[in-house]
């Protein structure tokens, strides 16, 4: 069935370094569309960036992230982590012919000073 | 901004009790979602609809009835309450399109 993965339950990094957290996804679709959600503590999940076509960079907030359908993959990068990206982040992927979000497990991303 | 409110924001249920979980939301959107969220399992998706007077099951619908009698009213009904229950409950819209989905602040069940 479709499923997104997200390995890493916690990563903890330092303040101005760099961080990638992992989504890698299967499904049986072609046509699908990939989303990075971001939850503060205490409050609802929000939009961070989507992405539908491959090979394409998509940036938000000094994130960034690029599917690769080759490899099924829409990791989430950042170059220099601040404090106030601390948070859980949740990939998703939609089939479009459902018009359902389906979440991986989330990772929660502490940054220390 | 898209408004997606949820009542109770926090419930205590007994074993065996009904417990009805509302959402409103105010974005004229044909979608909406119930979602619980535990650690280690993240968002899982229990019922969704996408318009009034349907509602279809998600990946975990078992123990969960839900109603949407209207645009903007979606709820979730857990008829016989039980601690395994116990979790955070998101609800969510959505248009159409599937372009973004908004959630509400979601409520904290807990089933004693």
């Known amino acids: 069935g479709d499923s997104v993965t997200q390995t890493e339950g916690l990563v903890t990094v330092t303040e101005g370094l760099p961080v990638m957290l992992n989504c890698t996804y299967q499904t049986a679709y072609s046509d699908v569309a990939f989303f990075w959600y971001v939850q503060y503590l205490n409050e609802a999940p929000k939009l961070l960036l989507r992405?539908?076509?491959?090979?394409k960079r998509t940036e938000h907030q000094g994130f960034h992230a690029t599917l690769h359908k080759s490899s099924s993959s829409f990791h989430l990068q950042k170059s220099s982590v601040q404090l106030s990206d601390s948070a859980l982040y949740y990939c998703?992927?939609?089939?479009?012919?459902?018009?359902?979000?389906?979440f991986g497990s989330g990772t929660k991303l502490t940054v220390e000073p | 901004e898209a408004a997606v409110t949820q009542s109770p924001r926090n419930k205590v249920a007994v074993t065996g009790g009904k417990v009805t979980l509302s959402c409103n939301q105010t974005n004229n959107h044909n979608n909406m979602y119930w979602y619980r969220q535990d650690t280690g399992h993240g968002l899982r998706l229990i019922h969704y609809s996408y318009g009034a007077g349907s509602t279809e099951k998600g990946d975990i619908p078992d123990g969960y009835k839900a109603s949407r009698p209207s645009q903007e009213n979606f709820s979730l009904i857990l008829e016989l309450a039980t601690p395994s229950q116990t979790s955070v409950y998101f609800c969510?819209?959505?248009?159409?399109?599937?372009?973004?989905?908004?959630f509400g602040k979601g409520t904290r069940l807990t089933v004693v």
């Open positions: 969510a819209s959505g248009d159409a399109k599937g372009t973004e989905v908004f």
């Open positions: 998703a992927l939609r089939m479009s012919n459902y018009n359902v979000l389906y």
């Open positions: 992405s539908s076509t491959d090979n």
